[in-house]
């Protein structure tokens, strides 16, 4: 069979699948059988063997672990004290609520390597808290969604651990490079609260004196020295990063269970099966995208895709901007580590060809995947922060718009200036480049 | 039949909260021998860690299928009567109960290679987590059982409905 008709049959059969909503997992397998049932070449047993290879890998163990550190930092009320921290440090801006909002997601981001646990955890918190202060409920929805995309771009980020295991891209270099954007991406967003609150007279937390600020300070250091603990702990080679993971499950278990006393035996199993189950779910996806994106390879589509875009010459920049397109669109329909498994193998060979760095097209990719997660029709943090503000999709969408505006403008920045997210490890860890 | 099913659902959500919380410990037994000496440091903690997780992976992706939880998009407008959806959730399920034919067919044979293979670390014999794929197809086929009788009832409550 030609790349194109092994293309048609599989993106084919994947798009006819999925419309009838057929689970995306699901859907990618059942469109791989065909092609090995027609290829007297192929066995169907491939199919296995291939979902077992991208299991048995010691690096994906980091991605369970990390959302029961999230999991359990959420339950150990650490979201709590990080809302207070962050209103004693910008709770005194136009539209108070908004900028804690943000600057939580951003240092929760730092614990937790999952955007859904940070919508979820903290959602569940400021979603009611804005609301009663009179905030629209689609703007409180907007944001807790959007801010909390933040989550996979500042490191610890389950996808640029999936990303780097997958690709042999060095983990502690992404996330350094994930430092600055991420960042960036906080700033960008209070910006765009401050122009809400003036427009719609958002209400102002009194300033916080020094001394309430040291003291919101007090209780939330142990949360917020975990990102120094786990990114330094990678970044240093003190530890590999699912290791890096397990730590950071046995601080926060101590931290809920030990020091702040919130975790009981009652609550643990239940936080252990939760995160199981939600892993597990994003982890079968990885199984059945690595036998279609095996397929791909096998016959050759991605090398056919530079061969012909390699015809109009296109040029690094251009290059980029295509990544990111293609990634925003997939990222609209699938999960973001299946879009990573199929969409980043392909154009692997596209970036490599214009002479891209690898953790150039890592971010342009994990920026572009992170819309995706508040993108309808498949946006898993906008989904859940609805459900939490209790409100239909379709009235968040306008509020969402204008706020991914500012990060549309991050990620053509990216896109424009490698060096604004090589810098970092370039200048801490040379050896990772 | 019913009860039998939802005893079979608990012990795997049970399997699955235990797998998660011993698979703790093989990790952090590798930092703790490398950075304290305590323990010897053991080769098989890597290979442990990967076999549990590989049966974490599939407990939850059989668990998700009772659960209907496993990701899907919504795309279609929602069906507008019980018979639509009744279909709807029906074609699913029959492409979900083809992938479990599939799983538990091939996967048979898979597990088959790991009679003769054992781990090159811990000598465990690779059956033991091979065998996790077929029981993964046979698991969705009985909990599709119950689905598709729920998918008929409701085709059929909406024919009731249209008859009175």
Sequence with gaps: ?433 | MKSLLVGYYRLLKWLLTLLMGLIIIPVGLQILSRYTGIIPRYIWTEEVARFCFVWIIMIGAMIAVREDTHFDVDLLPHPKTKRSEGVRNLVVHISIGMMALFFAWYGFQFAKFGFIQNSEMSGINMATIYISFPVAGISWLLFLIEKVADDIKLIKAHDQEVAE
């Design chain 1, 1 to 433: 069979m030609s790349p194109g008709e092994v293309s048609l049959i599989l993106f084919g059969a994947f798009g006819v699948l999925i419309v009838i909503r057929v689970p995306v997992s699901f859907a990618l397998g059942l469109a791989c059988i065909p092609v090995f049932m027609l290829d007297d070449r192929l066995t169907p047993i491939v199919l296995i063997t291939e979902m077992w290879k991208s299991y048995n890998a010691f690096i994906l163990l980091a991605v369970p672990f990390f959302l029961l550190a999230a999991n359990l930092m959420n339950a150990a009320g650490i979201t709590e004290r990080l809302v207070n921290f962050a209103r004693a440090s910008v709770g005194h801006l136009p539209g108070g609520l908004g900028h804690i909002n943000v600057m939580v997601s951003m240092l929760f981001a730092g614990i937790s390597g999952s955007s859904t646990a940070d919508a979820a955890g903290i959602g569940s918190l400021m979603i009611p808290a804005m609301k009663k202060q009179g905030y629209d409920t689609s703007f409180s929805v907007a944001i807790t969604a959007c801010s909390s995309v933040m989550g996979v771009i500042i490191p610890p980020s389950i996808l640029m651990i999936v990303w780097g295991g997958l690709m042999s891209v060095s983990i502690g270099g992404l996330f350094l490079a994930g430092v600055v954007p991420g960042f960036l991406m906080a700033v960008f967003m209070m910006s765009t609260v401050l122009v809400y609150a003036k427009i719609r007279n958002y209400p102002i937390y009194q300033r916080s004196s020094f001394k309430e600020f040291i003291q919101a300070l007090g209780q939330a250091v142990f949360a917020l020295v975990t990102p120094a603990i786990i990114v330094g702990g990678i970044v240093f080679g003190l530890f590999t990063p699912t290791e890096a993971s397990v730590v950071a499950v046995v601080y926060s278990a101590l931290l809920g269970g030990i020091i702040y006393r919130k975790i009981g035996l009652k609550e643990f199993p239940k936080v252990l099966y939760d995160s199981a189950r939600l892993a597990a779910i994003s982890l079968f996806c990885i199984g059945t995208a690595s036998a279609f994106g095996w397929l791909l390879a096998y016959y050759r589509v991605p090398q056919g895709l530079v061969d012909v875009l390699a015809g109009y010459g296109t040029g690094l920049i251009t290059t980029g901007f295509l990544i990111a397109l293609s990634f925003l669109v997939i990222g609209m329909f699938i999960d973001a580590i299946p879009a990573i498994i199929i969409l980043g193998t392909i154009l692997l060979p596209l970036a490599a060809k214009v002479g891209m760095h690898p953790i150039h097209f890592a971010i342009i990719g994990v920026i572009s995947l992170a819309f995706g997660l508040v993108t309808p029709p498949y946006g898993l943090c906008l989904l859940i922060s609805c459900a939490l503000g209790k409100i239909k999709v379709v009235d968040v969408i306008k509020d969402v718009g204008i706020i991914l505006v500012p990060m549309l403008i991050l990620l053509i920045l990216v896109i424009l200036f490698p060096e604004m997210i090589l810098f970092l490890p370039r200048w801490l860890t040379p050896e990772f480049l």
